[in-house]
């Protein structure tokens, strides 16, 4: 069964440019879940869907953060413009409801540098 | 803001010997979670312990968890090289349907 797969892995961009990060969970999972994890720190929830739905993004940074679950499958993230601060990695998650989202899958991540 | 602290904050000990972190948290949960991160990988999750049970094992993991001290600990006995990694506790919340991670454990071990 292929994992959580995520692209690109790593990105270098000029503060005020766009980037997008690209997931695709584990087939069959309808929980899929964007983290930001900055140098030493454990994760951190950006938002979380169910199915297509955005249930939590309280701590996505709305002014200039969007995400979208088209079909609820795949999923992007979007940063525009990008700060200096934005500079870490980027990790998807998908879950289940048979191991009832208690374990969380993640995929290898996307460094993202902003210089 | 991350409600798990992990203690210590980096680990270094022989291949062979065993390896204890600790990780304590702020408010109530369903469950506290392991996980594992290699260089340059991504999480992989290690073990799960309920909120009404005190103590885990799988393979060479222990883990305990006090939720009266709101704290828990996680043993690897008989360390080997491949097990240097960053571990990371992380709560499940008991409302809010959230998994916080804390800051995590850096552990190396030296064959």
């Known amino acids: 069964e292929a994992g959580v797969v995520q692209s690109p892995r790593y990105k270098i961009i000029e503060k005020k440019q766009p980037v997008a990060f690209w997931c695709n969970p584990i087939?069959?999972?309808?929980?899929l879940y964007w983290y930001r994890q900055n140098l030493g720190q454990g994760p951190e929830l950006l938002i979380r869907?169910?199915?297509?739905?955005?249930?939590?993004d309280s701590q996505l940074p709305k002014d200039r953060f969007s995400a979208e679950r088209l079909k609820g499958v795949d999923s992007t993230l979007k940063i525009q413009p990008a700060e200096l601060g934005d500079s870490a990695v980027y990790l998807c998650a998908s879950s289940s409801l048979i191991s009832g989202y208690n374990e969380q899958f993640f995929g290898p991540g996307t460094r993202l540098t902003v210089l | 803001s991350q409600q798990g602290e992990e203690d210590p904050q980096a680990l270094s000990i022989q291949e062979g010997e065993n390896a204890t972190m600790n990780c304590s948290y702020k408010t109530s949960i369903n469950n506290l979670q392991w996980y594992r991160q290699n260089s340059g990988r991504g999480l992989v999750h290690l073990i799960l312990i309920r909120s009404n049970e005190r103590e885990k094992h799988s393979g060479r993991l222990r883990v305990t968890l006090d939720t009266s001290k709101k704290s828990s600990s996680l043993l690897i006995t008989a360390s080997r090289a491949a097990d240097t990694a960053s571990y990371f506790c992380?709560?499940?919340?008991?409302?809010?349907?959230?998994?916080?991670f804390g800051a995590g454990t850096i552990l190396r071990v030296k064959s």
């Open positions: 869907y169910e199915n297509e739905e955005a249930v939590d």
């Open positions: 992380a709560t499940y919340m008991e409302y809010g349907n959230k998994l916080v």
């Open positions: 087939s069959g999972h309808n929980t």
